[in-house]
């Protein structure tokens, strides 16, 4: 068994991703630092999901050039990879990773002081601006998947029309299913690592 991994190379740095791993994703300085981290994250991963996580070889399939929003701390571009269809069954594993994610997120949360602790230079947001920040991207993200979600609607209700689109299989959607689920799981644990690691004392 292995697990399929690609870069996504900005002008600065470079992120390590699992194509069938949703959040399974690091970034650094270089391919090779990238890969690393991700191998560093392999417990931290498996800690969040209620499957049992067995990754196996890495196996490195490609990498994709990078654009603006890599270079500022996010992956942004869809792979080949991306255009190959999902199964059904796939699909729903790659949801429920997404869902574990999300109730991971929720936990983290939950017992996660107001104030964090700031960054060597002062920066950084505390708690609540963070998860703010999450429900937000999540809602502005909707219409890529082809779908939409009014401004203030409870995030219950939000998550719920999330699954529902993806389940659906994103029609009308501009990302391919795989890379939306990649893309929303990376972003919601990378933000539940952050206040985790800011929390501690």
Known sequence: MSTRV????????????????PGWCRRAKTEELALAALLDYQDR????????????KLDVVGSVSG????????PAVDTPWDAD???????????VVLQD????FDAVVDSAPATLKRGPRGGGRDRDDIVAHVREA?????????????????WSEQRATITEVLLAGSPGGKWPSRYSLR????HVLDHAWEIEDKSEK
């Open 85 to 95: 269809a999902m199964t059904s069954r796939d699909l729903t594993r790659h949801v």
């Open 45 to 56: 991963y498996a800690a969040v999901l209620s499957e049992p996580f067995e990754p196996g």
């Open 6 to 21: 690609y870069f996504e190379v900005g002008k600065r740095s470079a992120f390590a991703a699992a194509i069938d791993w």
């Open 101 to 104: 994610i999300w109730a991971y």
């Open 183 to 186: 893309r929303l799981a990376w």
């Open 67 to 74: 654009n603006a929003t890599t270079d500022f701390g996010a």
């Open 138 to 154: 999540e809602r502005h993200y909707c219409s890529a998947l082809g779908t939409r979600v009014a401004p203030r609607t409870p």
